[in-house]
């Protein structure tokens, strides 16, 4: 065990004319690691994009991985529960309340009991689901990997409304946007590079707006709600905030093949094919940028000053947030593509392995 965080700890990236100073040993520290998902027969690089949930009161840590299993895990690491589904599990599940929400590339959202694993109801989409639910007013909101948003009672599991929108000619970039709910409005972006905000009651649309610039792939595969506005990223090569309200545009920085947006204690955080950087909510300003190691995957998170990046087979790249200095590198020897679930210091790290890390942050 002791290699292992010592592995983690001192994997620090190389700088442009010499390298970096080591990190701090302190850095990260492994708490304990479960293998959930091993590789089978076939998989040369196989990924985990579910990533993890973390519940306050019970302190249970539920993840879903590529085989189709939800695991709900203890403070210990010990097991808890299992849940089987169809198909793999892509996106992190919700938890609220007792209940876990997770959404799965067999076309269903299960709801599952969360100190019990027990199945409460499935909602058949039928379109492969591999986003993170949204839940707002008793309702919950998913977007498909076909171009899809559904709205389903929270409780029962009843079909509420859908928006259905016809699929772009041609090939797309692999993935969707998490749909972003508040204030009676339900975002979503898609792959024609369309921003909509529909009427989280009725599903009715409130306003609509052509995001993306001009090109061949105007995906637009992350969004983030924050003060009243709405960030996204579209990979034709553009990260672009509007008012929530009124999709009134406020500002866009073109930045080539933009992936995710995600919003860390008052930075706006996109990560394009090439690097990391850091905007200005007010204005799109840089302020600053780091070259990408890897391959855009999870959404980032932030731990007290680190910032953690996914980058697929270059692990779990951590910043500090202020300057976006590289610190270090997190992997387990599979790489990262999954966002890491936080909770203070502690950090849960899902490895493209199928190993989940429990880690202690600086």
């Not at 190691?293 to 779990?316: F, I, N």
Request: charged letters at 20%.
């Amino acid at each position: 065990m002791l290699g292992l965080a010592l592995a983690l700890a001192l994997a620090a990236p190389a700088a442009e004319g010499g390298r970096l100073p080591p990190p701090p040993r302190t850095l990260q520290q492994v708490t304990w690691f479960r293998d959930l998902a091993g590789k089978t027969l076939g998989e040369w690089r196989p990924e985990e994009p579910g990533g993890a949930a973390h519940d306050r009161v019970t302190k249970l840590v539920v993840v879903g991985t590529r085989d189709g299993w939800l695991h709900a895990l203890r403070e210990d690491g010990s097991l808890a529960w299992d849940f089987h589904g169809d198909g793999p599990f892509a996106a992190e599940p919700l938890i609220d309340g007792d209940t876990v929400y997770a959404a799965c590339k067999d076309g269903r959202l299960y709801a599952v009991g969360l100190t019990t694993g027990k199945e409460r109801w499935r909602y058949e989409a039928k379109e492969a689901l591999g986003t993170r639910p949204a839940l707002l007013g008793g309702t919950i909101f998913v977007a498909s990997l076909q171009d899809s948003v559904y709205a389903i009672d929270a409780a029962s599991g009843a079909w509420k409304w859908h928006h259905r929108r016809e699929p772009r000619e041609g090939f797309t970039v692999q993935g969707a946007a998490s749909v972003a709910a508040a204030a009676g409005l339900v975002h979503a972006g898609f792959s024609d590079g369309s921003l909509v905000a529909l009427d989280a009651a009725t599903g009715a649309v409130r306003w609509e707006r052509h995001a993306a610039p001009r090109g061949d792939y105007p995906d637009v595969d992350s969004l983030v709600l924050s003060g009243g506005r709405l960030y996204a990223a579209a990979f034709s090569g553009a990260v672009v905030a509007l008012e929530a309200a009124t999709g009134k545009p406020v500002w866009q920085v073109e930045t080539p093949e933009a992936s995710r947006v995600a919003m860390a204690a008052g930075t706006l955080v996109a990560v394009t094919t090439r690097s990391v950087l850091g905007l200005s909510p007010v204005d799109g300003r840089i302020l600053w940028t780091t070259p990408l190691r890897g391959t855009p995957a999870g959404e980032p998170r932030l731990a007290g000053r680190w910032l953690l990046v996914p980058e697929g087979a270059a692990g779990l790249q951590v910043l500090e947030l202020a300057s976006g200095r590289p610190m270090g590198v997190i992997d387990g020897g599979t790489g990262v593509s999954a966002s890491p679930a936080l909770e203070g210091r502690q950090a849960w790290v899902l490895s493209n392995g199928g190993r989940l890390l429990s880690l202690r942050l600086e």
